[in-house]
């Protein structure tokens, strides 16, 4: 086999265009998508966090909705760069045969995986951004720490982007997404504290819940709502760095391979 | 000699697949470069060698003075592409696609901007400006991808099957505008499987087959080379019997497809006065071409 396809990324300024150009599509339905962003989580905040909030103690000293708003600004960020990342991905590299297109210029396909990570996790921090205004205007918090949310949202959409790519590296179809979703995605919901406390889960839950990225983002996130500075923050940033980097390097390697076909 | 391109000993394996077997090729500044081949011949996978897109498993290949594919990304600096498919992009208008382009390539908005104008009018293009990609006819995209193609004004472009799907129309006026580029002092360099297109743009031509280059030259040498000038096409039922009894004794060779059987001669004369004695029989008396010459070296069966 080639070993070039082994060899580290190289970076360079030249992944700035398609950013731009990701940017410039996204601007043509700029509306439709920020009211996504924003309507998603205020339909679950409101709902969740009311309806059943209402029948449930405090949560850590916490109102069930304030408890649940840190854990929906975790969960829509991961969405955002997952969705980019898998769907939007897959159709800029298989079906519009966008990637093909800049691979004919100076741009080199390692420029291109880090293009599609920093633009799949600006999706990140605006859906980030967006949900942090709800729980402002709602009063969910009045934390100045959970401004911290802002750059934590890059963090996770990066960190989610890089792993996301692997899938889109691998998929022969559109369909293949699904068991992302099914197998990965939504256990994670689940298992890692976004709409009740990992405590609750049963100790064997607990141990693969504290090695998934979600846990660790929700960790950070939660404290700051509460403008609390998060324990063992270096730790919980470290490993969503870990799953970042794993996963651009994952992804570039299966990109190279996929495409020199 | 003074070539943009050069390429020794390529070979590209696809598993056991032999792709590029052993290519040598040089192509010279200003011509226009054409290469031939049945489809799978490796095209394709050559125009993605000379890009620096794949990695040869051996061989050496030089683009201008840069080693590739090492430096393959100063190389692309200075070279347009027009690819098989259509990747333009959808979500953008004509000028939008031609502004991110141009990007790709460190070019400043502004340059883009003064360019616009010159390179919608050699695409044809001057009215559809802020019109969306998907409402474009074919021929009309395929004129966009060429444009854009020239947005870093390329001292080398490659074209793969640039004509491919376009109605006569459409396919004259690329090839109209591709003269123009040679005129201009562009190299090009295409590949395609219309031997008409590659007779009147090519000077000079590689006919490729299972990844090696079977024949070289002009279009002229090559049919010189490789085939009896004259051609006699004879159409009927009665045809190939005809060709088993008669034509083998006055054509060079010929060959029998259905009910045409084609005869090929340095001098048709005697052929002809034989064929008057069977009014049953149709004919066409023409000069050799490159489809004949394309034909005699990759056979006649079918390639998927």
Sequence with gaps: MNSSFYSLPQFSRRFIPIWKRNFMVWKKMAGASVLGHLADPVIYMLGLGYGLGGMLPQINGMPYIAFLAAGTVCYSTMNSASFEALYSGFARMHQQRTWEAILNTPVTLDDIVFSEIVWAASKSLLSGVAVLVVVWVLGLSHSPLSLWIIPLSLLVGLCFASVGLIMTALAPGYDFFMYYFTLVITPMVLLCGVFFPVEQLPQALQTISSILPLTHAISLARPLMNNVVPGQFLWHIGVLLAYALTGFYVSLVLFRRRLSQ | ?304
């Design chain 2, 1 to 304: 000699m003074n070539a943009v391109l050069s390429a020794r000993k390529l070979r590209k394996c696809y598993g056991d697949h032999v792709v590029v077997d052993g290519l040598d090729l040089s192509i010279r500044r200003g011509e226009c470069f054409g290469l031939l081949g049945p489809n799978g011949a490796g095209k394709t996978t050559t125009l993605r060698l000379m890009l620096g897109l794949i990695a040869p498993d051996q061989g050496e290949l030089r683009l201008f003075e840069y080693d590739v594919p090492e430096r393959a990304r100063p190389a692309r600096m200075r070279v347009g592409v027009v690819p098989q498919f259509d990747n333009l992009d959808p979500d953008f208008t004509v000028a939008e696609n031609l502004l991110v382009y141009g990007r790709y390539f460190g070019i400043s908005d502004a340059k883009i901007e003064a360019k616009l104008p010159g390179l919608l009018e050699f695409a044809g293009l001057t009215g559809k400006r802020d019109a969306k990609v998907p409402i474009l006819s074919g021929g009309m995209k395929r004129r966009l991808t060429l444009a854009r193609a020239l947005v870093n004004d390329p001292e080398v472009i490659f074209l793969d099957e640039p004509t491919t799907g376009l109605d006569p129309q459409a396919r004259h006026l690329i090839w109209q505008r591709l003269r123009e580029l040679t005129a201009r002092g562009k190299t090009l360099v295409l590949t395609t499987h219309f031997m008409e297109e590659a007779e009147r743009l090519c000077h000079r031509l590689a006919v490729m087959d299972n990844g090696r280059i079977i024949s070289s030259g002009s279009p002229r040498e090559l049919i010189a080379q490789n085939i009896e000038p004259q051609v006699v096409e004879v159409f009927g039922e009665m045809a190939a019997t005809w060709a088993q009894s008669n034509a083998i004794q006055h054509a060079q060779r010929f060959e029998v497809s259905g009910e045409s059987v084609f005869c090929y001669v340095d001098d048709a004369q005697p052929l002809l006065h034989e064929l008057l004695q069977h009014p049953e029989l149709r004919y066409l008396h023409r000069p050799a071409n490159m489809e004949d010459v394309f034909l005699k070296l990759t056979g006649r069966e079918m390639r998927d």
